[in-house]
């Protein structure tokens, strides 16, 4: 419904650029204003975040206000193309950098670090496949090294106290297994990406609706060793990619399939399915609106494109 609202806005009235600028910067203010007074975004939205985690703005947790900041500046991309404003540009770089000072979410800076090494490597492959290297993949690949060394040292200068010092210090110690065994919140979260994917082989491919995941991951959890400890007891998958797959069985499989192919065919290149892929599988709610609303606006981006070319006899 959101995907359908959305693109007929789009065609009928072109991107809102204006409406969302306003919008992240609203959200980046209350932010801000939480730092003055925390009390005052409880008044707005449910306040769920301890003294070492990060700001929540609007969000009723830092890993969902971090999740929006991670879309929103994607979907301010992805209507630009290569030709971002500066106005865009500021806005992108607001985002990025607010995910890492305010929202301080540990699993959105993972999002980062894995889009930035998914980059990387189809980058070099590309390179590698055609034996010539373009100037702007050593540039795009300098960049990212340069701002991952940026990123780990200022976490662990300026934010020594906050949760994503702490699991990068654990990390280190024990690796990821080892985090895993001990962090509940992050047992609980990798718990639903990989019992509803086990779920929909366990089914095979038998859709398992809404109400049946509870008891497929009692029956399911003992296979794994221990691995899963932590429980977060909640009906709802965690995963947006795991609810669709495991809910609709093989019709999320095709619904999936044909979100990629609207996506291939309006011009996203292969790094960013393969990164929209991955963000997808982790603790995103199905119920989340920006990843239709960034669908929507790939496909009325395609449309554009392929209209343009149509005109010039392509």
Known sequence: MVYISFYNFLIRNGFPGKFFFVAGLTWIAF?????????????????????????????????????????????IIAKSGDSLSRKDKVLVALMIGSIFVLAQSSMVILYLATAAMIYAIFAFVRTVSR???????????????????????????????????????????????????????????????????HGFVFHNGVPGGLDTFEATKDVLRGQWNGLFWYSSFQSKIMSWLGALLYELGWFGVIAFGAILHAARRSG?????????????????????PLVPVLIATWVYKGRGLRSSRGRHGF
């Open 31 to 75: 932010a801000l204003v939480e730092i003055v007074d925390p009390s005052i975004p409880s008044y707005l939205s449910p306040y769920r975040t301890t003294p070492d985690r990060g700001l929540t703005s609007l969000a009723p947790e830092p890993t969902f206000f971090g999740i929006f900041l991670l879309f929103f500046a994607w979907i």
């Open 131 to 197: 034996l010539k290297a373009r100037k702007t993949h050593f540039v795009v690949m300098l960049l990212l090294i340069a701002f991952a060394m940026i990123a780990f040292y200022g976490i662990n200068s300026f934010l020594v106290d906050s949760r994503v010092a702490k699991l990068l210090s654990q990390v280190m110690d024990v690796g990821i297994a080892g985090l895993v065994a001990y962090d509940a919140s992050i047992s609980a979260r990798i718990e639903d990406v990989f019992l509803s994917l």
């Open 268 to 288: 996203v290149t292969w790094s960013e399915i393969t990164i929209f892929t991955v963000v997808l599988l982790g603790a995103i709610p199905v119920a989340f």
